[in-house]
């Protein structure tokens, strides 16, 4: 899908994004790493249900300077000036993996501004980063370009990225549409130099992070898991399910971490559709 990175002034700053689509608006609070393009080549499959995806890249990643907000209460206020700004009254979010903390931090602060909440596999409480993959690949770029270079001619290459984000990879190499994913999950990480600073102090954010003010969370909520995710654990989704008694709470088992890659795909998409369109 072709898109274009572009950058609006805040009032405290400039923030990167990238926007595609029509309709009701979600904005996408993008994981570790990441950064605006993770929209567009990871979750375009939305537009198709006639909503407007906006993907603001978080402070630290691309062009928005972690100068603009480190802990997560600080980028939740970062995204409320760049909704302000793109004169949007009202969205709904969708927090992935690392995008979590900001997210909840959103509907905490500025109920007036949220719809509607969906937690895709999320922090949400503190969490020591462990996957050496992903390490590697934002303090080194040769290893992203090298693996998107070879993995073609080098099939373990897929299975191994597959299987530590938890997807079968019977059903990802087998379908056009995941191996672009699995693709745009390679290239998010790149250029590192340019995502590095964003995922070093998501690392060091969501080490200390500590029990938010859940109950301040009003927006309907859905949570999406798999009880056997790699990367975060279902405890984290057991946790907020807990902690927010209105929620909807959906457990997958196919896909870990990264849904979009299995079999149980569509399911996924849809549920998250639905929510979004009960409560635009």
Known sequence: MEFEHKIVKTEIGDVEYTDIGSGPVIVLSHGTP?????????????ISHDFRLITPSRPGYLKTSLDLGKTPEEQAKVFYHFIEALNIEKASFLAWSGGGPLALNFAINYPEKISSLVMLSTVTKKLVEKSMLFKLFVKNEFLPRTLLSAKKSLPFLNNLICKELGANPKIALSDEKKLKILDALIASTMPSNLRFHGYANDAEQFAKLEDMEFHKVLCPTMILFDEKDTQVHVHHGDHL??????????????????????????VVIEHMVKFFKEHV
Request: glycine fraction near 12%; hydrophobic fraction near 30%.
């Open 241 to 266: 399910s807990e902690k927010i008694p209105h929620s909807v709470y959906l457990k997958f088992t196919k896909g870990g971490h990264t849904p979009m890659l299995d079999e149980e795909s569509i």
């Open 34 to 46: 990441g950064g605006s393009d993770v929209g567009p080549l990871i979750f375009s499959e939305i």
